[in-house]
């Protein structure tokens, strides 16, 4: 008989790999979350591995509830068409089917950006908004999710605009901070210029800023100006692994 259980989500990362179960009537972790570091190289084969290990972690847990996994690239019906921030061998990899043949679970494969702005939108800064939200993940690259009036529109990638002839998220992703030792007036001036862009061509009624640096969210975002709210994401680093819980479920 089938074993019924909390849904499992499960983010992707460049460094590591993180997942939890999640309650999805209050918009949070259901357990401790468990994370191993990113294999290197990271090859599909060698991920889904990982994922395997933290989906037998869980499983007294989640019994055969679904999964959702994010992953930070393009993924169109669970097939990956990009690799900016991951080993290119996922290029073309039908992820969804690679990771139900190592689990032998159901398992939606999403962007980990649109899985942060699922989660913002139906427990976070983006609940209950009109019109047009984007919400940025700045981490390593730059991610975002496009949402009018609560339905996602998947793999916006904004993190490529080309701004002054560069990649946006060449300039303006908070590994840049590290990397150049910026202070944080130094990297407003490029957010500036980042979120100025996301204005001129989109007009939104909301931006939300997600990723690792959102904790910080107080040392920025106040001293960026725009014609709409600019605000933190509520729910952080949990945001992918709800995100995807949630929209695993609504597809189950």
Not at 71 to 93: E, H, Q, Y
Request: aromatic share 4%.
């Amino acid at each position: 008989m089938a074993k019924k259980g909390t849904p499992l989500g499960i983010d992707i990362g460049g460094s590591g790999i993180k997942g939890a179960p999640v309650d999805l009537k209050k918009g949070e972790l259901a357990g401790k979350r468990l994370r191993i570091d990113t294999p290197l190289p990271a090859t599909p084969d060698a991920v889904a591995e990982v994922v395997d290990e933290i989906v037998d972690h869980f499983a007294d847990v989640t019994g055969d509830s679904p999964i959702g996994v994010t992953i930070p690239a393009v993924v169109i019906r669970g097939t990956v068409l990009s690799a900016a921030n991951i080993d290119p061998t996922w290029i073309d990899t039908d992820a969804e089917a690679l990771i139900k043949e190592h689990t032998g679970r159901a398992v939606t494969v999403l962007n980990d950006a649109d899985a942060a702005g699922l989660a913002e939108l139906y427990y976070g800064a983006a609940k209950g908004v009109k019109g047009l939200v984007i919400l940025t993940t700045l981490g390593t690259g730059i991610g975002s999710a496009l949402i009018h009036d609560g339905r996602l529109v998947p793999n916006s990638e904004l993190g490529h605009l080309e701004i002054d002839g560069y990649d946006a998220e060449d300039r303006a992703a908070s590994s840049r901070k590290d990397i150049e030792s910026l202070s944080w007036d130094e990297y407003v001036e490029r957010l500036q210029v980042y979120y100025d862009t996301i204005e001129k061509l989109f007009s939104p009624d909301l931006i939300v800023v997600g990723g690792g640096i959102s904790k910080d969210g107080d040392e920025f975002i106040p001293k960026l100006k725009a014609r709409c709210p600019i605000v933190a994401a509520q729910l952080r680093n949990q945001a992918g692994i709800i995100g995807a819980a949630h929209l695993a479920v609504d597809l189950a």
